[in-house]
């Protein structure tokens, strides 16, 4: 009744009941069982979701316990199901604002951190900037992913800091990866991307004349 089965449309064998079992979840499910069967653990205890006849699934809790022959080897297991749906729906809805709340302190962050970052380098206090460059940056990236254009902003600051210290070869390597993310998400033609890539060649120019002159 909990799956709105009845016994003249589903089968009692094992095998009927796993193939309803989620299949982001039978492998853990399948584990936990195992592991039960071969006395790895005293007693099988699951969460997972399982398909209702309607098509949606149900969240529920499986507790069981085998009867055991002289072997030790399982012949019965019995048990209780419950449905706990509705607090797996409130557990997400918690982390969904969990998150939230943690991207929207980190994006914040890395604004105030980009921010003290620009009026340092308005100073010509590159040091000071640098590692709050850095951490910007690092913060995009977790929140964003690697190919995000706003990472490519902040890996444009910091090459254009290493460019102002003359650490052209760290610069260039950002500019590169700057100019590669702006190609990808805005093209090739985009001013922004225009720019980047005329940053690119002249940096490689002076840090190629620089090599030659040593």
Excluded: M
């Excluded at 936990?32 to 979701?49: D, I, N, V």
């Excluded at 098509?55 to 507790?63: A, E, I, K």
């Amino acid at each position: 009744s909990l799956l709105g089965l009845f016994d003249n449309a589903f089968s009692h064998t094992p095998n009927t009941w796993i193939s309803r079992i989620h299949p982001e979840d039978r492998p853990q499910f399948e584990r936990t069982l195992q592991a039960y069967l071969t006395h790895q653990q005293q007693q099988f205890h699951c969460e997972y979701r399982i398909q209702h006849a309607d098509g949606h699934y149900v969240w529920v809790l499986t507790r069981g316990r085998a009867l055991w022959d002289a072997d030790g080897v399982a012949y019965r297991l019995t048990g209780s199901q419950s449905d706990i749906t509705a607090r797996k729906q409130q557990e997400y809805t918690v982390s969904q604002r969990r998150e939230i709340t943690q991207t929207t302190l980190h994006t914040v962050g890395a604004g105030l951190l980009s921010l003290q970052a620009t009026l340092y380098l308005n100073e010509g206090l590159y040091e000071e900037a640098e590692p709050l460059l850095e951490a910007a940056l690092s913060i995009k990236k977790s929140l964003l992913g690697d190919q995000h254009p706003d990472v490519g902003v902040s890996l444009y600051h910091l090459a254009t800091l290493y460019d102002n210290q003359f650490r052209f070869k760290e610069a260039e390597a950002l500019f590169e990866k700057s100019l590669a993310i702006f190609q990808d998400t805005l093209g090739p033609h985009h001013p922004h991307t225009k720019c980047i890539q005329t940053k690119v060649v002249l940096i490689r120019q002076l840090y190629r004349a620089l090599a030659v002159n040593q």
